[in-house]
């Protein structure tokens, strides 16, 4: 039996996946077992900011896996520590939760903001208020925070206090906010909703709507965060702060870490005991997450995002203007969407076998999150081929 047959026969079959098993990366490159190459515009979903086996990211793996690997959160660790001084120096945040991965970072987002009210004596300040084509996770209650009907299938019944308004829609959002309402959670570009940035003005109203009302706003730049849009993390295109934030994906470059930073006001929600993971930020984790935001994090490095994603943009925009089936172009930095008028997997396939990864989301919406380290001529090769699909 090959990977393909064994994977099909003993993997729980939750996942659609793609061609041949991969079995090696370097920089925006893939190869499969067939010794075939691909340039990746996937990044493992918006994870491999730096690249494949990015080799700063490898020595610093490879120097924590041979000093210290796990020892749990009975203790204090070195690169844990560096890590949130890090994210707490580059952001509005005065206290880092560490998690495995997104789902986990916006749970603890969720029970954090709970709990906050809840301490004070605000037992019934527990709705959270998220976005319709919002995602937040698979676990009970980010799928029920999700506005997704299609990840809840099955799962009922969901969590209690939860209400979904859409997107960029002040209004839908003003009527919801009373006083049972404990957070606003969003994505300030939308990601596995079809890559839909919010609008500037929106999200400044948003804010000042949550300070005037004392309700927590919670961003989830886990898809959108670590350099992805163009800054270090989405919410700075918008100059608003947020109360708490969540953070995974691109932090450790594809070791599995999740981040929830929030204010220290927001913090003080949870105290000893009241939230925890045998995982969270490990040593080896936490090392190569140090390494990620010490490489992503610099101004230099953010430019040539925003630059990138420029260019890449402008060259989506022309092939807009060249085919009709092209409905829309979307996006910030090196997130960007292009909507069609006919299904995405038509053209995630061909691009596969002319060497490209890239994937399909809401059926119509072709996703492009290259690495960010992703070159000009890269783009060039990939519109190209695009082009010809047309
Ligand atoms: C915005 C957003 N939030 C949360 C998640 C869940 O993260 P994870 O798959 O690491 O649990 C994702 C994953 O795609 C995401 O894009």
Redesign the pocket.
Known sequence: MDSVQKTDQFIFQTYQRQGKALVKGEGVFLWDEDGKKYTDFLAG?AVCGLGHCHPKITEAICRQASTLVHVSNLFFTLPQAELASRLCEKSFADRVFFAN????A?EAAIKLARRYFQKKGEKNRFRIITMLQS????TMA?LTATGQDKVKDGFYPLLEGFSHVSFNDLKALEDQLDDTVCAVML?PVQ??GGIVPAHAGYLKAVRELCTKKGILLIF?E???GMGRCGKLFAHQLYDIVPDIM?L??ALGNGLPI?AMLATREAATGFDVGSHATTFGGTPLATAAALEVINIIGTESFLDEVRQKGRYFKEKLVELKEKHSRIVAVRGEGLLIGLEIDKDAAFFVGKLMEKGFIINGIQDKVLRFAPPLIVEKTDIDRLVTALDSLF
Not at 101 to 104: F, I, L, Q, T, V
Not at 135 to 138: A, Q, S
Request: with cysteine; hydrophobic share 25%.
């Open positions: 979903i991965s997104g789902a986990e916006n995602f937040h996770g698979r980010t994505e990601g596995e989830d886990i898809q959108c969540t995974a994906k999740g």
